[in-house]
T-cell receptor
Framework: QQQVKQSPQSLIVQKGGISIINCAYE??????FPWYQQFPGKGPALLIA?????SEKKEGRFTISFNKSAKQFSLHIMDSQPGDSATYFC???????????FGKGTRLSVIA | DGGITQSPKYLFRKEGQNVTLSCEQN?????MYWYRQDPGQGLRLIYY???????QKGDIAEGYSVSREKKESFPLTVTSAQKNPTAFYLC?????????????FGSGTQLSVL
């Protein structure tokens, strides 16, 4: 059973454009939603995370939008750069109670 | 430098052979994890450990075994019972159980079957 559904599977964006990756979850007990960034041949690294007490969190060019009623959250990358080309994973958990469950990942390619 | 060291980077397994993947951390984290990554499948949890001499099965533990004799080390053995072992294996650690403060990953081991 896939508890976190991520889309799209791959994404191509022009340099300077906005990259949007979406995730949906089913378990209403989830209360922690991180995004991880992975470059080829490397392990993932925490990019940004949100808890459901806020609807949006911004860190530099990266923004998480959270819709509790729809059980959806998304990552927006503003002014996308070739260096942002990587695989992005969303995840969810009941913080402190269950392990993180990861989405299947989105391969982002930013082209000049 | 603080971090997680996985070795080897590449590993080949023959049929019927057990192989062990190494994971060492100097972050002084209590919790450690093993994930399996297959193309297009995301990261799936194999085993995790909160403290020394204690560990729990994740979603896909069959065919794998672990030990946690030291806080810094969490080796994973891929046994001959794992019929499809080819994958990228990632070790991670966190200061808190379940990683709500962030998971720190190693650079992975690519395991292939000869």
């Amino acid at each position: 059973q896939q508890q976190v559904k991520q889309s799209p599977q791959s994404l191509i964006v022009q340099k300077g454009g906005i990259s949007i990756i979406n995730c949906a979850y089913e378990n209403t007990a989830f209360d922690y939603f991180p995004w991880y960034q992975q470059f080829p041949g490397k392990g993932p690294a925490l990019l940004i995370a949100i808890r459901p007490d806020v609807s949006e969190k911004k860190e530099g060019r990266f923004t998480i939008s959270f819709n509790k009623s729809a059980k959806q959250f998304s990552l927006h990358i503003m002014d996308s750069q070739p260096g942002d080309s990587a695989t992005y994973f969303c995840a969810a958990s009941s913080a402190g109670n269950t392990p993180l469950v990861f989405g299947k990942g989105t391969r982002l390619s930013v082209i000049a | 430098d603080g971090g997680i060291t996985q070795s080897p980077k590449y590993l080949f397994r023959k049929e019927g052979q057990n192989v062990t993947l190494s994971c060492e951390q100097n972050l002084n984290h209590d919790a450690m994890y093993w994930y399996r990554q297959d193309p297009g499948q995301g990261l799936r949890l194999i085993y995790y450990s909160q403290i020394v001499n204690d560990f729990q099965k994740g979603d896909i533990a069959e065919g794998y075994s672990v030990s946690r004799e030291k806080k810094e080390s969490f080796p994973l053995t891929v046994t001959s019972a794992q019929k499809n072992p080819t994958a990228f294996y990632l070790c991670a650690s966190s200061i808190d159980l379940y990683g709500a403060g962030g998971l720190f990953f190693g650079s992975g081991t690519q395991l292939s079957v000869l």
